[in-house]
């Protein structure tokens, strides 16, 4: 008896208002912003680009220079 008025009577009822909050607050973009933030876009083939020449430019440069600081002008003043 219970389920059966449970079928009939609340799930239509819950269905409704379902639909309806979804249309007040536009829950129907936030499928599409949830899915455009999940898929990779322009910008994030661009970025990895950038990553990876980052890392290829620095795996090929020379090490920085190393410095001795002066103790009476705190100046750098050779290289050790």
């Known amino acids: 008896m219970i389920p059966q008025i449970t079928s009939n009577f609340i799930l239509p ?3 409704v ?3 309806a909050l979804a249309k007040k607050y536009n829950l129907d973009k ?3 912003l949830i ?3 999940d898929n990779p876009n322009e910008a994030d083939k661009k970025l990895d680009n950038h990553e990876e020449r980052i890392k290829a430019l620095e795996g090929s440069s020379h090490p920085p220079r190393t410095f001795v600081i002066c103790e009476n002008c ?5 290289e050790k």
């Open 13 to 15: 009822k819950v269905k």
């Open 30 to 32: 936030m499928e599409k």
């Open 74 to 78: 705190n100046k750098q003043v050779k």
């Open 17 to 19: 208002l379902i639909e």
């Open 35 to 37: 899915e455009y933030m």
